[in-house]
């Protein structure tokens, strides 16, 4: 029997109740190394570019945010049957001096796989991210998204609060990616735009991981994209983060 890959975060925080509520021959865990053979890419592609990243690109990352131990917490849901991820979403928490050095959770990156609507996945990912931060001790969650999507968070108790404001800094490698990325077909994932508590969400470029420092620089308060509520909440379940 091989030994079980490593994971980022502990499956003591994956909540058994969130567990219970998805369909038989499916598993919410967190984000394991070996991923990256499981369409990890191919899921978060549904999201925003992800460019070209190569299985050392991944796990060097991955071996960075290991070390920023209790901050980065990436959840993903695997379809056993064919050993593939189908959704994730991540609750990243910065740690402040703020409120007697409180912590706050910023939710991001929430995709579900285009071929698994109508499974309430996205809502489940927001349910486990949302434990996570409670055990962990977050004094509040933070999402950013659209006006388009706000009616569909205000059903689900969230409240508009303050301004939220991006500036993206590319490099003209990255730049001309994304705009190849636009003129393409959309690939067949889709993301969700996720309920929470106030939560904040992952820029549409993936946000880079400095080695070691695990400093957060300000809660990088990432932009929503996704596609139109009205296409997503048919169910109640797509909730695109981004």
Same mark, same amino acid.
């Given at each position: 029997?091989?030994?079980?890959?490593?994971?980022?975060?502990?499956?003591?925080?994956?909540?058994?109740?969130?567990?219970?509520?998805?369909?038989?021959?499916?598993?919410?865990?967190?984000?394991?190394?070996?991923?990256?053979?499981?369409?990890?890419?191919?899921?978060?592609?549904?999201?925003?570019?992800?460019?070209?990243?190569?299985? &050392?690109?991944? /796990? =060097?990352?991955? +071996?960075?945010?290991?070390?920023? !131990?209790?901050?980065?917490?990436?959840?993903?849901?695997?379809?056993?049957?064919?050993?593939?991820?189908?959704?994730?979403?991540?609750?990243?928490?910065?740690?402040?001096?703020?409120?007697?050095?409180?912590?706050?959770?910023?939710?991001?990156?929430?995709?579900?796989?285009?071929?698994?609507?109508?499974?309430?996945?996205?809502?489940?990912?927001?349910?486990?991210?949302?434990?996570?931060?409670?055990?962990?001790?977050?004094?509040?969650?933070?999402?950013?998204?659209?006006?388009?999507?706000?009616?569909?968070?205000?059903?689900?108790?969230?409240?508009?609060?303050?301004?939220?404001?991006?500036?993206?800094?590319? &490099?003209?490698? /990255? =730049?001309?990616? +994304?705009?190849?990325?636009?003129? !393409?077909?959309?690939?067949?994932?889709?993301?969700?735009?996720?309920?929470?508590?106030?939560?904040?969400?992952?820029?549409?470029?993936?946000?880079?991981?400095?080695?070691?420092?695990?400093?957060?620089?300000?809660?990088?308060?990432?932009?929503?994209?996704?596609?139109?509520?009205?296409?997503?909440?048919?169910?109640?379940?797509?909730?695109?983060?981004?």
């Amino acid at each position: 029997m091989s030994p079980k890959p490593q994971a980022l975060f502990s499956s003591s925080l994956i909540s058994a109740e969130v567990q219970a509520q998805l369909p038989e021959g499916y598993l919410m865990r967190p984000l394991e190394v070996s991923d990256y053979h499981k369409g990890f890419y191919d899921c978060l592609a549904g999201l925003t570019v992800v460019g070209n990243v190569s299985e &050392q690109a991944f /796990q =060097q990352t991955f +071996e960075s945010m290991l070390r920023c !131990q209790n901050v980065y917490h990436i959840v993903v849901i695997e379809e056993l049957e064919q050993s593939r991820i189908v959704a994730t979403g991540t609750l990243v928490v910065e740690q402040k001096f703020l409120r007697g050095c409180a912590k706050a959770g910023h939710i991001e990156d929430i995709v579900v796989h285009d071929s698994q609507r109508g499974k309430k996945f996205g809502i489940r990912l927001i349910d486990q991210l949302r434990y996570i931060g409670s055990q962990v001790g977050c004094y509040k969650l933070l999402l950013t998204c659209s006006e388009t999507n706000e009616p569909f968070y205000e059903k689900s108790g969230f409240q508009r609060k303050d301004l939220h404001m991006a500036q993206y800094v590319s &490099q003209p490698q /990255q =730049q001309q990616e +994304e705009q190849q990325q636009q003129q !393409q077909p959309p690939p067949q994932a889709q993301a969700a735009t996720t309920p929470s508590a106030i939560v904040t969400t992952a820029d549409s470029r993936p946000s880079a991981v400095t080695e070691s420092s695990c400093g957060l620089s300000s809660p990088k308060s990432i932009s929503s994209r996704g596609l139109p509520i009205e296409a997503l909440s048919a169910s109640m379940e797509s909730i695109f983060v981004k």
